[in-house]
């Protein structure tokens, strides 16, 4: 399933400065270790076999958001919890934390 809501960057950075201590934000729902990352042929690795002619490039701005979120709870600024609707279709979802920014 292709992303069917991601949030932007300007729509996390605002709802981030705004929110109150557990409010949340669904950012992202379908499977994001698949959709932040886009598999193309690669015709020049195609003799590594099986696979192996796949070249991963990021997909922004996805890549971007995801980042800047997971970097945000390392921070302690949110917390991250999913979701599963069903197979491989998830709702990520951050939890705004009581830490000022």
């Known amino acids: 399933m292709a992303n069917a809501l991601t949030?932007?960057?300007?729509?996390?950075r605002a709802w981030s400065y705004s929110a109150?201590?557990?409010?949340?934000?669904?950012?992202?729902?379908?499977?994001?270790?698949?959709?932040?990352v886009l598999y193309i042929v690669d015709p020049e690795r195609a003799s590594e076999g099986p696979g192996g002619y796949y070249r991963e490039v990021r997909v922004d701005p996805l890549d971007t958001v995801a980042t800047m979120i997971f970097d945000d709870a390392a921070r302690g600024l949110v917390t991250l919890t999913q979701r599963r609707?069903?197979?491989?279709?998830?709702?990520?979802?951050?939890?705004?934390?009581?830490k000022v920014l």
């Open 20 to 36: 109150k201590p557990g409010e949340t934000l669904c950012y992202h729902h379908g499977f994001l270790a698949r959709d932040r």
């Open 85 to 98: 609707l069903g197979a491989l279709d998830y709702e990520y979802i951050a939890t705004r934390t009581r």
């Open 7 to 12: 949030t932007s960057i300007y729509n996390y």
